[in-house]
């Protein structure tokens, strides 16, 4: 059985920091590509950023500069650490697995950004 699990959310001022993690297990971890994504009250799911098996990043240009992408493929985990947070950053985020035709996601942990 998959499971994807994001831990690390919580509530943040302006210009804090927050890191994520998001454990998979059930899948050859580092044969996947690992993903993460947002989706805020009313709008679609967006890409923030992704890291490939091979470790090739690709960030959102909103996030570009404050969030890092990380993964560790003996703790079959992907970190993203966010700094210089923004309440436009407000939302649930979500982590994917992904290889070929198989997709796996989280249940999502909620950022709040306020003050």
């Known amino acids: 059985q998959v499971q994807v699990v994001e831990s690390g959310g919580g509530l943040v001022q302006p210009g804090g920091s927050l890191r994520l993690s998001c454990a998979a297990s059930?899948?050859?971890?580092?044969?996947?590509?690992m993903g993460w994504y947002r989706q805020a009250p009313g709008k679609q799911r967006d890409v923030v950023t992704t890291i490939s098996r091979d470790g090739l990043l690709d960030y959102a240009d909103s996030v570009k500069g404050r969030f890092t992408i990380s993964r560790d493929n003996a703790k079959n985990t992907v970190y993203l650490q966010m700094n210089s947070l923004k309440p436009e950053d407000t939302a649930v985020y979500y982590c994917n697995a992904r290889r070929e035709f198989n997709s796996f996601w989280g249940q999502g942990t909620q950022v709040t950004v306020s003050s």
């Open positions: 059930g899948i050859a971890f580092r044969i996947y590509a």
